[in-house]
């Protein structure tokens, strides 16, 4: 005997068993009185034994109709929850833990992504302060924006981590209103001060050891509009003091890039494919929408 018995059919039959009535089964599942019959039919034949012993007014049900009408409402409820759940859960937001560099365009990213988690009812953004290539690549962090070479020396993602775009980060070089001091106050990274060291600057512009690079471009503002020496900061940044003016007899650079990448362990997940196309989106765009924190 085939024992696959037809889900249709044991569910009609567990709504007559409940309502105690074809009419009652027929309005609660929208299905005709007589199909409901005729698939009833079916499933007895198919276990060999009746379910009813009279189909009359009240119906009565066999021993063995009994006991599977009562298995089969306790099966039922319990399929209902698990459905409820499982719909439940299908509705809650998808996690995306989104790791951005400290620099001068944190915050910018920050409000971008805030407002695309609050138009997109499927995502839940968190925010990671700090994240590397290893934290991407092993899904501790499940997209990260990484500090980079300008483009000019492109890298390669690794099997497991999805690239991105990369995008420059333009800089230029500050120094306060009406005063010119010459030591420069440059990038913090290995990378950062090898552009600057490759740069030809005017040979009166001192050029320290790293030990003068600033985390912060706020600091580094600070500093200059202080006069302490003269700030390379990105172009579009929020944090320059109004009282810098840009150094129009030194070159713009771009000092690093941004690059993303993204677990491959999220490669099919519909929410981290959207963050991902939403960031890439965003650093191809006008740079001073990307740091001032205007969507396009």
Known sequence: MDWRLNTQHLEQYESVFRTRGFRKA???????????????????????KPLFASKGSPLQFTTLGEQIGQCLMSELKLLSRINAEIRALSELPTGVIVGIPAIE???????????LANRSPCLEIELASHCDLNDVMSGLVHLGIFLDRPTAQPTIAPDDCIGGIRIDVPHAFYSARNSYPERLIG?????????????????????????YGIRSAYERSQLASAGYGIACLPVYGKEHDPTLVERTDLPRVSLHSLHIGMSALFAKSAAHRLVRSFLIDLLTGEPEHLFSGQSK
């Open 26 to 48: 027929s309005r609660e599942l929208s299905v005709s009185h007589n199909t409901i019959r005729k698939n009833i039919e079916r499933l007895e034949a198919q276990i060999g």
């Open 187 to 211: 990038g913090y990274t290995d990378e950062e001060w090898e552009v600057l060291e490759s740069l030809s600057l005017p040979s009166s512009i001192e050029v320290p050891s790293k030990q």
């Open 105 to 115: 365009s944190t915050q910018a990213l920050h409000a971008h992504l805030i407002r």
